[in-house]
């Protein structure tokens, strides 16, 4: 029972993390950071393009190994599972925490949608970091 259940979460994470990625390409037309990002020096919009593209590559990564390998994962089977597991876990631990103490609360607090939006990406990202996690620690 307990192999089942940390599959199937870990490839629900993995088909998550495959979304977020392809969201993540849009992410700056999504949110209407066009003329924000025009403003920005030649150098800073290039590292905020190379940051997104390569953000975007390791969520696929982690998405496509997670697809590939989840009965691995699942079970603990070799030591490099573990490993990932951990490793992925910790990754999205810690964008949990910046999801809070990073960002400043003015961009959400008392604002209704970016208020329900902060909500959802702080369960999404710690659901990610539980099933990893759960993946190496039970």
């Known amino acids: ?10 490839m629900a994470a993995a088909v998550g993390q495959l979304l977020i990625a392809v969201i993540n390409l849009k992410l700056d037309k999504i949110l209407h ?7 920005l020096s030649k150098l800073l919009r290039e590292v905020f393009q190379v940051h997104k593209w390569f953000i ?15 009965r691995d994962l699942a079970t603990g089977a ?4 573990n490993w990932f597991a951990a490793g992925v876990g910790a990754f999205w631990f810690l964008r ?12 959400w ?4 949608p970016e208020t329900v939006v902060h909500w959802i990406l702080t369960l999404v990202y710690g ?4 099933v990893y996690l759960a993946a190496v620690f039970t």
């Open 96 to 107: 949990t925490i910046f999801q809070w103490f990073f960002y400043s609360w003015e961009h």
């Open 78 to 81: 070799y030591p490099m599972a």
């Open 127 to 130: 659901g990610f970091a539980t």
């Open 109 to 112: 607090r008392g604002k209704g």
């Open 56 to 70: 975007t590559l390791t969520l696929i990564i982690f998405g496509l190994i997670t697809f590939r390998f989840s």
């Open 1 to 10: 029972m307990k192999l089942v259940y940390h599959e199937e979460l870990l």
């Open 33 to 39: 950071w066009e003329g924000e990002l025009n403003r």
